[in-house]
């Protein structure tokens, strides 16, 4: 791995939105609104960009449009700021083979879930780790995966795990806030190990409390948002944490709930950026795109939002 | 209800410990420990006294049993602090005696679970509310029990028995992080309606962001700890919180987890209780005390913390 | 325990059902009701009756109202077939207490749970049943309840508490038919230790394959038909097995899934005993009697599938 | 699809063995031992082959190896008896990529699995194949997965999917009888599609009540010992069915409960495969062979059983 791992910062702090994929068709980028969303997240303030997670869609794409994503999303970021790239699989192989892709287009980082096909024990993921992670040819952060709680890597494989050269954080969408600050506590004396939130709901407490920063689907809509709240949670500002957790919490409430299944958050996102313009909403099987009904709610929300693509307008 | 309404605080706020039950036996009050550890907990300069919860067994004990305890904790706080009583029963026509006992002795608030043994629809649970809160002699606090996902009050149906008179706020212990942001933003308009947290290893965040107070099992051995932590995070003094919380972590990774089984957090509060001479650790069935081997390890803990029956000493 | 043990066939063999209780209100029983059920189910052949299950709501009803019910049921049935009453509580006093009253109302049998409100490790459950059983007046069935799969015996727990004095059997409501082969396995050398299917769907299988019955919640509406299916079974008659189990399913699809929430179940066949005329379909909160909408779809249903009060009539 | 559809019975009938994979290495596999492997669970006289499911480990391998083994065992098996092989993929198109390589190898049927890592609703399921079955070149079998119950499809959303040309039958992993009971019921009226059980120990009462057969991973083990349970079964040979029923309980209760983890199975039946010289007992990760300990332990329960490659010798 050796000189790669300069590129990254120890931790890695901030806002690295997950970015969502947007697809022409079940097998085709949406090659432009993938420019513009990149342009969009960026210019919000971002310190990196997260591709290929849960949001994004990932474990629904090929893995010839993965490569294809992350080439052009590395040429376009062109290292402004990392790019980190989730590399799901439930095959140590196949794994190991988008992160060569990853390397080769000139990605900073990866993000590794457990296995999450067949139910491992704690010492099985953690010799699945001495496995893999020497010939990861980029650090990684490890990723407990939301939805999948058996596929959680235990706070103490985590710090086990810790210790291997590679492992340079946490990614933890499990919505578990009691374990986030079991980790945190056992991770005291690792001040460069990174402990990012998955869930933004979660982001202005994970910061306040000595978390280092979010993994925020919302970002991919409102980045400066996010960064704001970052910013005010690491300096302290609590009367604007207060402010703008209610905003975050107030997306959570109408933005991401609009359909019937779990899957209303991804659909509400994609469906805000395609209402703003910025991109396409298709959704690759097993999920779709808001119709038409869910889409007027959503824009109505937009409206009553005050949000732009150029981030929330002030009433008043 | 009328009048007594008006002794508790709207909305109740800070530190109101479940209280564990000492017991001698599985039908026979500790009665000496029962008054040490009211006067050791109101000692902590706590805001009010829970009886009859999770943490004191309730379940597990006899009515008659809750119906000597009550009456003999409100005879001894004699309206120092506010007493709330868990009625805590599968069936309405029981839940309801216990609270008419509640009244009876002197009690000043209820703590009411969603029926938990069937599952039931939210809007089931409405009218459950619907036809037991007018009964209620005193003003109650909806529960969402630890353990039991599918007897949770939904925001909204929490929101809706917020218009009830006589409901007065809400002990969440689900756990659930993202539920309780939802439901503090749905009652933003009800200053009054009080949001309080069940696991203390939320407690830190959950009144920086707004909410209400803890009911913290740890309070039974520390009850000062929590006050402190409750006044800094209501303060915003951010360096104190970080101090306070790093150490009720501390006490979720050592006393809690000695034993093997979910039960350890009671089984160690109870134990080190008794390690200071405070009160028995005898535990009703189907639970039961530690052992010598795990007696040790709590021992040893309370040794390496500083721990004692005045607080925690600090080291140096 | 003694001479009590004798009154009990070992293994108890057959029909057993479990009876749901007529209420008029939430703590009245509707009497003529009752007198009705239990003559119309013991028409039907069956070989015991179990109160103050699951079925009966008997975590919904007060202890006043279980001891009327004991009370009335075993002086009606008059020792003309085994009558088993639950002692569901989550109190070791309260459930010894239930116990006794069931004892001296002349009961045969108890049908005993895990405690299901702490999640208890399997020692503790059988610590528990130590401490229990040698206090039980009468002979007791171990009883997986529904929904509270933390709260199940092992095999191997069972296999241990067969051994004490008094444990006669289990009647397993846990769905899981792999669990119950694991357990006929173990209980291979105790044919007189009875195992009992909850779930009625799964009444055929059970029986042919040498499980000793059912306590089949349909039975309250047509006994005669699950005698049939377990005589037939017993007997190996593939050809009306196959008959008899097609219509047990059918009902299964039809008047038990009328409603939305997963008391569909016990809803139904309340409405439908009401519908013939047999007793009231009140139930205690948090459940409620289907209202009109849902009440003629089962009506519908009866008519459909040619229920009377006196059982199935055939076609043509 | 056309003139494939012939090839397969309507409904496919009896015993399909859902193979393991040998393997050399992550990526390598165990040339020799496939070879011996094919021709021992062929010689039981199962009535088709099931390759790269779960007890195949298809998740855990490279896309390159599981065309390698679609190819080998096409060709070894050269349409002796159907060769079904698994299509597990979260993505579309992916699934569908391995469902032509089947294709082309000479296979004779697919089994799909409902999308399982973004939690879908039923009507994102059907829509999910009405867009993929129309593209699939084979035949295929519906998959519900062990351990992802919120992957599986409802019986309307067979029904509904039983319409569609090219879907011929189910295979159920789910454990859950009364889930198979009612689809069986919903299905009456569809004799020509197959219903196959996935867990072996409840084998005997699905074909004893209606169920087409089973997909049993012991047969990898003991082809025979579960084919001629099929056909006690199907014969109504109630007295063969119990004692082989018993056999089947029997190595569920040893051989495949030797590890710590829910993996057990699929070591235990491996390392049983190696102990007795027919294949490799490596695992690719996450999973790993028995280390000595466990070996020793299966090895003795072999002996015991008196389990050879020729099958099961019938002591004394």
Same mark, same amino acid.
């Given at each position: ?10 931790? @890695? ?5 997950? !970015?969502?994929? &947007?697809?022409?068709?079940?097998? /085709?980028? *949406?090659?432009? =609104? ?110 407990? @995966? ?5 596929? !959680?890597?235990? &706070?103490?494989?985590?710090?086990? /795990?810790? *210790?291997?050269? =590679? ?128 889409? *007027? ?20």
């Amino acid at each position: 791995m050796g000189s790669d791992m300069g590129r990254l910062a120890r931790p @890695l702090c901030g806002i690295i939105p997950p !970015m969502v994929t &947007p697809l022409e068709d079940r097998d /085709a980028l *949406d090659v432009r =609104g993938l420019e513009r969303l990149v342009e969009h997240i960026l210019a919000g303030g971002v310190h990196g960009l997260f591709i290929l997670g849960t949001m994004g869609e990932a474990p629904s794409l090929s893995h010839r449009l993965r490569h294809e994503l992350v080439g052009r999303v590395c040429a376009q970021v062109d290292h402004r700021v990392p790019v980190l790239v989730g590399i799901i699989d439930t095959s140590f192989v196949e794994a190991l083979s988008l992160a060569q892709k990853a390397a080769e287009a000139g990605a900073d980082g990866l993000v590794l879930p457990a296995p999450h096909y067949y139910p491992a024990g704690q010492p099985e993921l953690l010799e699945f780790l001495r496995h893999l992670v020497p010939q990861l040819p980029l650090p990684a952060f490890l990723y407990n @995966l939301p939805n999948y709680p058996r596929a !959680m890597f235990d &706070p103490e494989t985590v710090q086990a /795990a810790s *210790d291997m050269p =590679g492992i340079v954080g946490l990614k933890d969408s499990s919505t578990n806030m009691i374990y986030f600050r079991h980790l945190q506590f056992l991770m005291a004396d690792r001040p460069d190990f990174a402990l990012l939130m998955g869930p933004e709901m979660l982001l202005a407490e994970t910061v306040l409390l000595g978390g280092h920063g979010g993994i925020c689907g919302g970002a991919n809509l409102l980045p400066r948002l996010y960064v704001d709240l970052y910013e005010a949670a690491h300096a302290r500002d609590m009367a604007r944490v207060q402010t703008l957790h209610r905003t975050v919490i107030e997306l959570g409430r109408t933005i991401y709930r609009v359909g019937r299944y779990e899957s209303s958050f991804l659909k509400g996102l994609k469906c805000a950026l395609s209402c703003l313009g910025i991109c396409s909403d298709f959704m690759a099987e097993p999920l779709h795109r808001f119709r038409g009904p869910e889409r *007027d709610i959503v824009q109505k929300y937009i409206e009553q939002l005050g949000i732009t693509a150029n981030g929330l307008t002030v009433p008043g």
